[in-house]
């Protein structure tokens, strides 16, 4: 009879036990292998600010691994890990979830620094009246860049402007430069904001299609306290597209800044469209810098861009895709996926490098059924209205149809202009993040 009794008590704590040691080791294997294809595929360094584990506070709850909207992290022997450090743009969500504190967000890795400009407290670089807010600085996190931007336009407006059109140019329209604009309408000042794209968001407006933009709230200048919790990149743009138009802020869209001259009393913004004269400068540009052109005839058509937004646009169009890394596979994917759409991937090497083992297995499927057209150790020699020329291995030149090109070929970073105008700049190996 006893022992009757004790079957029934413990046979649901042996059921229970059991599914629990299966999910484990299921969990484990999984982030076992996701950290196997990263190291195979040579994505191991993430490209700003990432969470730093330490496994001697971690617990193993996997609560971060849930938190994270990238699916950065998994479980490996029973610890957090971040197995897919390509895919991190440092939320921070992470960071919060850990029960344990386990967790610090850093700069750079021992094998890959980061240069972070030098930025006082009062995000006033070494070089007098030019300021540096957001991403550019270092800060990843779209909460905490809007709140540099608002900021930096207080210790501005402690600053004096002796005969300059405006008291502040601010150069970026992603989250902090757009914070920063606020600030500046709100306390009276005379700003101007420039940005090089076509629309604002900065980093955010390159995010794929419904990809998490925030998971946590901010407050803006005016605005005030704005709820966002695992807000999607068309919510958040279409936010900020909201404000821009309420507000009537002062931003010009594909104006590109070209040089930032000093003068007697402040500084010369010289751009692709004018010329400014300002008592204090906001760069608030990011860091992926502007996009590296291929420097060939015909890319200033309007049929030209540096990055896929929205794959149905191109839906029964010829289009060329240009470029060896992830963001070309995963663009020509994307568009091979639309109806009647031809689309023609040309890369300058003989082989695709550093890409993730899916994108190269989806794209040798997408060669085999005849939906990408993969052209290696190509190059285009000239873009015209209706047609590419392509310079083929064997360097015999076609031309193909075409109505529209995306150039993947990253961007040009900051750092050497920063370096130009005076600004320190430091290499940062894991260093924390500032609170």
């Keep these: 009879m006893q022992t009757n009794t004790l079957l029934i008590y413990i046979t649901p704590l042996l059921v229970i036990l059991t599914i629990y040691i299966h999910r484990q080791h299921h969990r484990n294997r999984r982030g076992h292998e996701r950290l196997h294809e990263a190291?195979?595929?040579?994505?191991?360094?993430?490209?700003?600010?990432?969470?730093?584990?330490?496994?001697?506070?971690?617990?193993?709850?996997?609560?971060?691994?849930?938190?994270?909207?990238?699916e950065a992290l998994s479980i490996v022997n029973g610890k957090a890990m971040l197995t897919d450090p390509t895919h991190c743009i440092g939320h921070g969500a992470?960071?919060?979830?850990?029960?344990?504190?386990?967790?610090?967000?850093?700069?750079?890795?021992?094998?890959?620094?980061?240069?972070?400009?030098?930025?006082?407290?009062?995000?006033?670089?070494?070089?007098?009246?030019?300021?540096?807010?957001?991403?550019?600085?270092?800060?990843?996190?779209?909460?905490?860049?809007?709140?540099?931007?608002?900021?930096?336009?207080?210790?501005?407006?402690?600053?004096?402007?002796?005969?300059?059109?405006?008291?502040?140019?601010?150069?970026?329209?992603?989250?902090?430069?757009?914070?920063?604009?606020?600030?500046?309408?709100?306390?009276?000042?005379?700003?101007?904001t420039i940005e090089q794209e076509a629309s604002l968001g900065g980093a955010i407006y390159k995010y794929p299609r419904n990809k998490v933009a925030m998971?946590?709230?901010?407050?803006?200048?005016?605005?005030?306290?704005?709820?966002?919790?695992?807000?999607?990149?068309?919510?958040?743009?279409g936010f900020w597209l909201?404000?821009?138009?309420?507000?009537?802020?002062?931003?010009?869209f594909h104006e590109r800044m070209e040089n930032i001259i000093k003068t007697a009393n402040g500084y010369e913004i010289k751009t692709s469209k004018a010329t400014y004269h300002t008592a204090n400068v906001l760069l608030a540009i990011g860091r992926q810098g502007t996009p590296r052109k291929l420097e060939v005839a015909g890319?200033?058509?309007?049929?030209?861009?540096?990055?896929?937004?929205?794959a149905e646009q191109y839906r029964g169009q010829h289009v060329l895709?240009?470029?060896?890394?992830?963001?070309?596979?995963?663009?020509?994917?994307?568009?091979?996926?639309?109806?009647?759409?031809?689309?023609?991937?040309?890369?300058?090497?003989?082989?695709?490098?550093?890409?993730?083992?899916?994108?190269?297995?989806?794209?040798?499927?997408?060669?085999?059924?005849?939906?990408?057209?993969?052209?290696?150790?190509?190059?285009?020699?000239?873009?015209?209205?209706?047609?590419?020329?392509?310079?083929?291995?064997?360097?015999?030149t076609?031309?193909?149809p075409n109505t529209a090109v995306i150039i993947c070929a990253g961007g040009i970073l900051p750092t050497p202009f920063l370096k130009e105008i005076g600004v320190m700049v430091e290499t940062h190996y894991g260093k924390p993040v500032a609170a």
Aim: proline share 4%; hydrophobic share 40%; aromatic share 4%.
């Design 321 to 396: 895709v240009v470029g060896g890394g992830d963001s070309a596979l995963e663009a020509a994917l994307a568009i091979a996926e639309q109806p009647d759409t031809t689309v023609t991937l040309s890369y300058r090497s003989e082989a695709f490098g550093r890409v993730k083992a899916k994108n190269r297995e989806r794209l040798e499927a997408a060669t085999s059924a005849n939906r990408v057209n993969v052209q290696l150790k190509s190059n285009v020699k000239e873009i015209r209205t209706d047609v590419v020329r392509l310079e083929l291995a064997n360097k015999e």
């Design 242 to 252: 909201r404000v821009l138009k309420e507000q009537q802020l002062n931003v010009h």
């Design 94 to 192: 992470c960071l919060a979830a850990c029960p344990v504190d386990a967790i610090q967000l850093v700069f750079g890795t021992e094998k890959r620094g980061m240069d972070i400009p030098y930025v006082a407290p009062t995000f006033e670089t070494n070089v007098s009246n030019i300021f540096i807010a957001g991403e550019l600085g270092g800060m990843g996190l779209i909460r905490k860049a809007a709140e540099q931007g608002k900021q930096a336009i207080d210790t501005i407006l402690t600053k004096k402007n002796q005969g300059n059109t405006f008291d502040v140019v601010i150069i970026g329209a992603g989250p902090a430069g757009l914070s920063a604009s606020l600030a500046a309408k709100d306390k009276q000042l005379k700003y101007l």
């Design 215 to 237: 998971t946590q709230p901010v407050i803006l200048p005016i605005i005030g306290r704005v709820e966002m919790f695992d807000i999607s990149k068309e919510e958040l743009l």
């Design 39 to 70: 190291k195979e595929a040579g994505l191991t360094e993430p490209a700003s600010i990432h969470p730093a584990i330490d496994l001697s506070r971690c617990c193993g709850s996997g609560a971060c691994v849930k938190a994270c909207p990238e």
């Design 398 to 400: 076609i031309e193909i």
């Design 299 to 310: 890319e200033n058509l309007p049929k030209v861009v540096y990055r896929l937004i929205d």
